[in-house]
């Protein structure tokens, strides 16, 4: 379970002290999926680096599974923007990162991933050769690698083109149903928080308050996106933004 | 192929105005002032003994100087790059010492290192160091954040993420640095082999001969400027095997600029 209590983040010092997120506290059970959205720059990827233990909170508290997070955890995967691929590391040496940093060998599941994501036919190019849909699929694999229990992702699907970026929010979904992880999803897209949030958090502009929680338990199927409660809650998330 | 004969014709364009040039100058003094391609490379061969030894003695001062810079350098300007209070700490003594002329020097150099090999690479070194490590300070500067991010959160150390993020990804800016380097080794190197009165190496050897032999001192030139070829493809291969991820052929992206002249628009 993931447990953020009044959480205030401030980046800078002295005078220069900006801050970012002001007293955001929320509960993401084992196995759910929560959306974080808001505009842009409001201080929702400040929260995510804070979960993945990247950051630490001037006042409040985060707790994954009872435990105060101090540092990045090896159960806790963070997926970011551009994937955030080494260009001059391979496919296979990006997809086992984890286990390659922590001196693993990589493992029967390594090869299972990357066989599941269609990567492991191009394991030994470099990122430079892959298209932008199959580097986002590389940044899914590095985060599966070391199966985790709890899933960041930071605006993973941002500027990939409509068709790919559901494609790809269909196989979060089906991972996620697989692999059973805790999911934490940052977006700025109504209809992507809509798709894969089963509560989903309406942020402020900085510094990112809490605004509105938009509750969506149906989520779970692919064609969820024709249906009457998905409809609901994009006109619910639209609204709360436009407050 | 391609890159062979492209290799092979611009070095024959290069002789061909070497030619040019010295039957320019010579005609118009009447007599052998500057000596042309086929003299030097005949003197070349009448000398290889001596111009061997030479060009090997001067091969390793140069490699040596550079391994020294690059061993001083690349650690130091990744650390000054990568941490902002050492940074402003180191920088001003970087700045005032940087452009002190390594030439000034050199009397200083022969006192404390002899008139030996040890006081050239001592000479060269220096030079060499400060280029590589301004680079190498910039290009850690630079850094993609998401690169550290990505490595931080896969619990990389501090040590790991040095060497899997800050190095490569400066690798090929220090690469570049290196290259722009050779030239200025040489003619460092050339200073200093000329300036001790017992002295060895392409630059005691191309002084030896500029009065009397020019068309031997030529050779000497000549093998300078080979050594500086060899260097920059060493340098070359060299990132061919450390950079590889910069030479993988890409996927088309179907764009296509095409220049226009101005009677086309």
């Known amino acids: 379970m993931i447990e953020a209590n009044a959480l205030t983040i401030e980046h800078g010092t002295g005078k220069r002290t900006v801050r970012a997120v002001q007293d955001v506290t929320f509960r993401l059970e084992d196995g759910g999926s929560l959306a974080l959205i808001g505009p842009s720059g409001c201080g929702k990827t400040t929260i995510l680096l804070a979960l993945s233990g990247l950051l630490s909170p001037c006042s409040g508290t985060i707790q994954i599974d009872g435990r105060p997070v101090t540092r990045p955890r090896r159960q806790v995967a963070l997926i970011l923007q551009n994937a955030g691929l080494l260009p001059w590391k391979t496919v296979w040496q990006n997809a086992n990162l984890s286990l390659l940093l922590s001196g693993e060998y990589p493992r029967h599941n390594a090869r299972q991933v990357l066989e599941h994501l269609g990567l492991y036919a191009v394991r030994s190019s470099f990122p430079p050769q892959l298209s932008e849909g199959m580097k986002r699929r590389v940044g899914i694999a590095r985060a599966l690698s070391t199966a985790p229990s709890v899933l960041l992702m930071d605006e993973p699907l941002a500027s990939l083109d409509t068709l790919t970026r559901e494609r790809i929010q269909d196989l979060f979904l089906t991972l996620w149903q697989e692999r059973r992880f805790s999911m934490v999803l940052v977006t700025h897209d109504i209809e992507e928080a809509a798709f894969l949030g089963q509560r989903i958090l309406v942020l402020t502009e900085r510094p990112a308050r809490i605004k509105a929680l938009v509750e969506n338990p149906d989520v779970g199927s692919l064609d969820y996106r024709e249906t009457e409660p998905f409809g609901r809650t994009v006109r619910a998330l639209r609204e709360a933004l436009e407050q | ?265």
């Open chain 2, 1 to 265: 192929m391609k890159r062979v004969l492209t290799y092979v014709l611009s070095l024959v364009i290069l002789l061909f105005l070497w030619e040019m040039a010295a039957l320019l100058v010579n005609g118009i003094n009447h007599t052998i002032l500057l000596p042309g391609p086929f003299n030097a490379f005949s003197q070349m061969v009448k000398n290889a003994a001596e111009l061997w030894a030479a060009f090997l003695t001067s091969t390793w001062r140069l490699i040596l100087a550079m391994l020294i810079a690059l061993a001083a350098a690349v650690p130091l300007g990744l650390f000054i790059g990568r941490n902002t209070a050492f940074d402003r700490l180191v920088s001003p003594m970087i700045y005032i010492t940087y452009p002190i002329p390594q030439v000034a020097l050199i009397l200083f150099l022969f006192i404390l290192f002899g008139t030996g090999s040890a006081a050239k690479v001592a000479m060269i070194a220096p030079v060499l160091f400060f280029q590589i490590l301004v680079s190498a300070r910039g290009a850690a500067k630079n850094i993609e954040e998401e690169h550290l991010t990505s490595v931080l959160s896969a619990g990389a150390t501090p040590r790991q993420v040095y060497w899997h993020v800050i190095l490569p990804a400066s690798l090929p800016e220090i690469l570049t640095s290196v290259r722009v380097t050779i030239g200025l080794g040489i003619t460092f190197l050339y200073i200093a082999e000329t300036q001790a009165g017992q002295s060895s190496g392409l630059g005691a050897f191309i002084n030896k001969y500029m009065l009397f032999r020019r068309d031997r001192a030529f050779a000497g030139i000549a093998a300078m400027a080979i050594l500086g070829l060899v260097l920059y493809i060493g340098v070359d291969l060299i990132e061919r095997l450390l950079c590889r991820w910069k030479y993988v052929k890409r996927p088309p992206t179907g764009i296509r600029l095409r220049w226009k002249r101005r009677s086309d628009r």
